[in-house]
Structure formats: structure tokens, C-alpha cells
């Protein structure tokens, strides 16, 4: 049986383990603190310093037309902006059925972002509700290393009493950049020191990069607007790319 199979089969023990330990009535509390975070809004990339909000104003539309284009020519990254602006009403109406669609779309072609938030809307949206799916997204945007994804999963652990996975799945939080991470450590040193104590490479990693997170320049991340102009300029430099292509080969000899 070769890497990918057994990797695979360790994933689907590890989603079937917790989804019998762990009772819906908890994993609700612990996904409620994730889904804090992505209905306050929380910025569309990491690289974006801006949240995305509700806009229709004409700049707004023109973006999620631009977006729309290159999301019906399969680039994964715009399903996965388009499921944001549907979820968000960035220049269309709020959608969430139609943000579903494209969550699912790019959490399929394995867009991290994406896997995440259709996680959590699997495991806390009544309509949508599904445990199984929702860890087992969760768990392939962690494997991704999605931050939020990364938090959310050792949360689980952590309250599962699973206190290996927790600290594993936290410090990889913590080094990968979740910004509720220092807010948790410090938590834990207050309510909870003995688990804390238990937690080696969570506070290795805290200990490590506590001055990272100190000194993190937030004014080099680039503004909503700046993001978008970027991707759009990313996809348009693809597709002329895929033009260019076939005619170089032609006149090749």
C-alpha cells in the first residue's frame, strides 16, 4: 500500500475516532470560537490586512464580475473569492446558499480557505449540518496548514482529552501564524496550567515566537483592494500564459 493510501486511511480513523468521542452538543461550543472569527469578518488572505464586508457600491460589483469570469474558467482561487462575496455581500447580495456552492467547489480542488469554512458551516449551520464532513474539511485544511483550521482541530483534541494531537495541531497554529494563538497560551497559564504543562511543543513554540508576534508589521499587508488587483492580475498573466503556449510550440521546430 503506498504513502497517499495510508495517509489516507489514518485520516478517515482519525475523523471516525473523534466523531464517536466527541458529541455534537461539544464540538459546537468549540467550533463557535472559530466561527467567531469568520463572522467578525476576518481578512480574505493572509496577505490582506482589510476584512471583507457587505458592498454593492459600483467598484464592489465590478470586482465580483471580474472574479465571476475567471471562477467560471475553473481558476480554484476565484471559486474560492466568489464563495466569499457571496457569503459576505461583496458587491452581490448575501447568498449563502450560493456561497455553499463555490466553498464546496474550491474546498474540492483543495483550497484551503475554503475546506475550513465549509467545515465550519458543516459542523455549526443547522441546515447544513454534518459532522463528518465538517472534521474531515477541518482536517484537510489543517494538513494544508490553515491556521484558523490548525486552531479549530486542536481545540478538538484538546477538549477531546487527546492531549498529544492538541499540542501538535495548537503549536502548528501558533508557528503558522493564527493570531488567536497568544490570546489562547495565555488563557491556558490562567484557567488551565496543568494541561498547559502538558502541551510541550505549544510552549516551545509560544516561548520561540512570542517577540515574532510583538513585532509582526501588519502595514506591509496589502489592503482588500490591492489583494483583489493582484489575483486578478495573477489570473490574467495565466491566461495569457495558456494563449502564448500553443503558439510557441508551434513554431518550434
Known amino acids: 500500500m503506498n504513502k497517499a493510501k495510508i495517509k489516507l486511511k489514518n485520516n478517515q480513523r482519525d475523523v471516525k475516532m473523534i466523531k464517536t468521542q466527541v458529541s455534537q452538543p461539544l464540538i459546537k461550543p468549540i467550533v463557535s470560537l472559530a466561527l467567531a472569527a469568520l463572522m467578525a469578518l476576518p481578512p480574505i488572505s493572509a496577505y490582506a490586512s482589510t476584512t471583507m464586508e457587505s458592498c454593492l457600491s459600483a467598484k464592489c460589483r465590478s470586482y465580483f464580475n471580474d472574479f465571476d469570469v475567471y471562477a467560471?474558467?475553473?481558476?480554484?482561487?476565484?471559486?474560492?473569492?466568489?464563495?466569499?462575496?457571496?457569503?459576505?455581500?461583496?458587491?452581490?447580495?448575501?447568498?449563502l446558499r450560493r456561497a455553499v456552492k463555490y466553498y464546496k467547489k474550491a474546498a474540492f480542488k483543495g483550497v484551503p480557505s475554503a475546506q475550513y469554512k465549509m467545515g465550519l458551516i458543516y459542523?455549526?449551520?443547522?441546515?447544513y449540518q454534518d459532522?463528518?464532513?465538517?472534521?474531515?474539511?477541518?482536517q484537510q485544511a489543517a494538513q494544508r496548514q490553515h491556521p484558523g483550521a490548525m486552531h479549530t482541530l486542536g481545540l478538538i483534541y484538546l477538549h477531546n482529552q487527546n492531549l498529544a494531537q492538541a499540542d501538535y495541531w495548537l503549536a502548528q497554529a501558533y508557528r503558522h501564524g493564527d493570531t488567536s494563538m497568544p490570546n489562547l497560551v495565555e488563557q491556558l497559564?490562567?484557567?488551565?496550567?496543568?494541561?498547559?504543562?502538558?502541551?510541550?511543543?505549544?510552549n516551545?513554540?509560544?516561548?520561540?515566537?512570542?517577540?515574532?508576534?510583538?513585532?509582526?508589521?501588519?502595514?506591509?499587508?496589502?489592503?482588500l483592494p490591492e489583494y483583489l488587483d493582484t489575483q486578478l492580475n495573477i489570473f490574467k498573466e495565466r491566461r495569457?500564459?495558456?494563449?502564448?503556449?500553443?503558439?510557441y510550440w508551434a513554431a518550434t521546430p
Open 72 to 95: 467560471s474558467s475553473g481558476h480554484k482561487e476565484a471559486i474560492a473569492t466568489i464563495a466569499e462575496m457571496y457569503y459576505h455581500g461583496y458587491g452581490t447580495k448575501k447568498n
Open 123 to 127: 459542523l455549526y449551520n443547522d441546515h
Open 131 to 138: 459532522t463528518e464532513k465538517g472534521l474531515t474539511n477541518i
Open 189 to 202: 497559564k490562567r484557567d488551565k496550567p496543568a494541561t498547559l504543562a502538558q502541551l510541550p511543543q505549544l
Open 204 to 223: 516551545e513554540e509560544a516561548a520561540e515566537n512570542w517577540l515574532v508576534w510583538q513585532q509582526a508589521d501588519k502595514n506591509k499587508q496589502a489592503s
Open 240 to 247: 495569457r500564459r495558456t494563449v502564448q503556449w500553443p503558439r
